[in-house]
């Protein structure tokens, strides 16, 4: 039996609209374009099949029926390279010195570029004309954006022969970008629309590079700042122009036609470039694009081959960041809301503010010392901050501004959700609802329990979940595993196929793997770490249970207060039975022979790190967080976050801490690449340089 097609057709257009949302307008795609291809490729034959269904606004009839779909792939022939970060004028003096290190003594000159929030550029120019704009990708390989890079004004379709002979092949890289006018004019247009907002400049640009129809993308109005050639060549070698330095790429692309920013300026020593950078961080928004920070480049191309790149980012060069960016705006309310374990976070209601790259309408208040201590009230001015340019903080109140009669905000006495009284425990920060039967915990206890980092359970968010709630049909997460499609379909805006897709995920998600479920389960304290370290060493939920505190406790990664509190919810009666629910529902509770299996496979991975400390900073290619730790744990070695004297290697990936360098570099402790990190794995060694010298003794 086949579905009805008007239903998955609609269907299928409302998650392509969601995901061109998420693309286009977010910047951050949910699914692969090899998903959202696939959801087009339905809908096209769906289509096809029943010609009578197509509708104006059908996303296949938008462009010449052009979905935006994957942009092809440009292999950089000269690698893109990101760069390290230097958060504060230290570790700027901190970089600087080890230049001057690295130079011999001989300090350089420096040339200081504004660093352009946009999104980085390469433009190959072959025999004079333009032929293709590439994306940065992940540094190898990008997106070929040709066509919607040409629409940009400030990129040149040919370089003139009047001026230079002409390079047989021409790279020049830089950045494209959305000017603060042109995203006011782009919302502007949005609202009049009747569209949603676009969030941010940078995010637009993203978007609008991605659009499959070009004419879309001159609509944006993009503009472009070259900062680096790439690759020149002259067929004539001996018409090809001086370019030893920095600064004579920058005023040769500028001479073909190519624009270059008018603040790059050149010192001869990190005092004033430290200086330049503060001037730049106070005017920041003088300017009509944004910028997050100055970068600072040696000049001289010779001292740049000298000093080096490392595995991803050079040497020669570093993105002095901007601290977090601070605004005003009215603290409109203060609302509380209840969390899964009962925690009352107060919480600010804020005049919609952009600060930091997005607008801010709400932030934490944390608890209600905090907000005593800020003594924020309904009504005042306040400044709100982006703490670590993510999570937006609200300072405290401009207290020149408050009203006359303001009074203090009074912490509620009563749960927002159950009527039930809110309690701080004595030495508690944390004020809670106790209430067992509170909605607000319910919801949030479920929602969290299909979360990402828990069951991960698609199409279970915190909406879903309180139309599940509000309808009876699940009191607790192992109510989920009894649910049906028809039970699902009755719910208000829950089609057919939906519905269907949500019981098939439910059910997928009896098999995730037990540390998973032991996190879903919300048990206070513990959380994806602890689960991991308790697992690795029961391997079943069974086992766990049967586990007293000491057993717990002694559990590498599990302190006491985790195996306390897990110990004590696995006795309740009421959870026992929640397990249970769970075991008949078939989720997968561990694997019994996972003990013996895991003691042969430690025994066949040679212990080349044994005893050894090897720390690990930013990210590297062939690895994520967890099996970077895995790698050196598996050997026998330890993977601590910071670099101490007993550190053996520091481990330098891209956007690699400049902190963790310095202090590395300062206790002598050998940094090494990913490469050199893989030979290390493998055979305990660390590359030659790092020989001890011989002992003068012996
Ligand atoms: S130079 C090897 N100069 O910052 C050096 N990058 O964090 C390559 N950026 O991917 C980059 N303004 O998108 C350079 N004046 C500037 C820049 C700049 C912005 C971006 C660029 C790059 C990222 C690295």
Not at 133 to 156: L, S
Not at 361 to 390: C, F, I, S, Y
Not at 476 to 490: F, H
Request: net charge negative; glycine share 8%.
């Amino acid at each position: 039996m086949t579905a009805d097609p008007a239903v998955r057709i609609a269907d299928l257009r409302s998650q392509i609209a969601h995901h061109n949302e998420r693309y286009h307008t977010l910047d951050d795609p949910e699914i692969s374009d090899a998903d959202y291809d696939d959801l087009a490729r339905e809908l096209r034959a769906l289509e096809a099949e029943h010609p009578d269904l197509i509708t104006p606004d059908s996303p296949t009839q938008q462009v010449g029926g052009a979905i935006v779909t994957a942009f092809d792939a440009v292999e950089h022939d000269v690698p893109m390279m990101s760069l390290d970060n230097a958060m504060d004028a230290d570790e700027l003096t901190a970089w600087a010195e080890r230049v001057v290190k690295g130079l011999d003594g001989t300090t350089p000159t420096f040339v200081c570029e504004l660093k352009f929030d946009g999104l980085a550029m390469s433009l190959r120019y072959e025999g004079g004309e333009y032929v293709q704009a590439a994306t940065r990708g992940d540094g190898r390989t990008g997106e070929n954006v040709t066509a919607n890079v040409a629409t940009i004004d400030d990129v040149p379709d040919r370089i003139g022969a009047e001026v230079d002979p002409v390079p047989s092949l021409l790279e020049v890289r830089g950045e494209v970008y959305m000017s603060a006018s042109a995203f006011e004019r782009l919302n502007e247009r949005a609202e009049a629309a009747g569209d949603p907002p676009f969030v941010n400049p940078r995010n637009s640009a993203a978007g609008s590079l991605r659009q499959k129809d070009p004419a879309k993308t001159a609509a944006r109005e993009l503009s472009f700042f070259s900062y680096q050639v790439g690759q020149v060549r002259f067929d004539d070698a001996s018409t090809a122009p001086d370019l030893a330095t920095h600064q004579s790429e920058l005023e040769y692309i500028a001479r073909l036609g190519f624009p270059v920013n008018e603040h790059v300026r050149a010192f001869d020593s990190i005092t004033e470039v430290a200086a330049h950078c503060a001037y730049w961080q106070e005017h920041r928004h003088d300017l009509d694009y944004e910028i997050d920070g100055v970068v600072i480049k040696v000049d001289d191309l010779a001292h740049r081959d000298a000093l080096g790149v490392t595995s991803r980012a050079p040497r020669w060069a570093i993105a002095y960041k901007f601290p977090p960016e601070e605004r005003t705006t009215t603290l409109l309310d203060i609302q509380v809301s209840v969390g899964r374990t009962g925690r009352a976070t107060p919480f600010a209601v804020l005049e919609p503010v952009f600060v930091g790259g997005s607008t801010v309408g709400m932030a934490t208040l944390h608890n209600r010392e905090q907000v005593q201590v800020k003594d924020v009230r309904p009504g005042d001015v306040v400044v709100v901050r982006k703490a670590g340019d993510v999570i937006p903080e609200v300072v405290g109140p401009v207290l020149d501004m408050r009203a006359a009669d303001s009074e203090p905000w009074q912490f509620p006495d009563d749960c927002p959700a159950c009527g039930n009284p809110l309690v701080q425990p004595e030495g508690e920060a944390d004020t809670r609802c106790f209430a067992p039967d509170c909605p607000a915990q319910r919801n949030q206890k479920l929602a969290y329990f299909a979360s990402r980092g828990a069951m991960d359970i698609e199409g279970l968010g915190e909406q879903m979940v309180e139309k599940l709630a509000d309808a009876g049909l699940v009191k607790d997460a192992a109510d989920l595993y009894s649910l049906t499609a028809e039970q699902l379909v009755e719910l208000e805006r829950v089609g057919e196929t939906s519905a269907r897709n949500l019981v098939d995920e439910i059910q997928r998600s009896t098999s995730r793997p037990l540390p998973k479920f032991l996190t879903a389960l919300g048990i206070r304290h513990l959380g994806p770490a602890a689960s991991g370290a308790m697992t690795a060493a029961f391997h079943t939920l069974d086992e766990i249970m049967s586990k007293s505190v000491e057993d717990l406790a002694a559990v590498d990664g599990v302190g006491g207060v985790i195996a306390s509190t897990v110990h004590e919810w696995f006795e309740q009666d009421s959870n026992q039975a929640f397990i249970e629910k769970f075991r008949a529902a078939g989720v997968n509770f561990g694997d019994p022979d996972a003990a013996a299996r895991a003691a042969e496979a430690r025994a066949a991975v040679p212990q080349t790190l044994d005893g050894r400390t090897v720390v690990v900073t930013g990210t590297l290619s062939g690895f994520n967080r967890e099996e970077t730790a895995d790698a050196i744990t598996s050997r026998g070695g330890k993977s601590p976050g910071s670099v101490s004297k007993k550190t053996f290697a520091l481990v330098a990936g891209e956007s690699a801490g400049a902190s963790k360098l310095t202090k590395a570099e300062s206790l002598d402790v050998p940094v090494i690449d990913e490469a050199e990190f893989l030979t290390l794995l493998e055979t305990g060694e660390l590359p030659d340089r790092f020989e001890p010298a011989p002992d003068p003794g012996s």
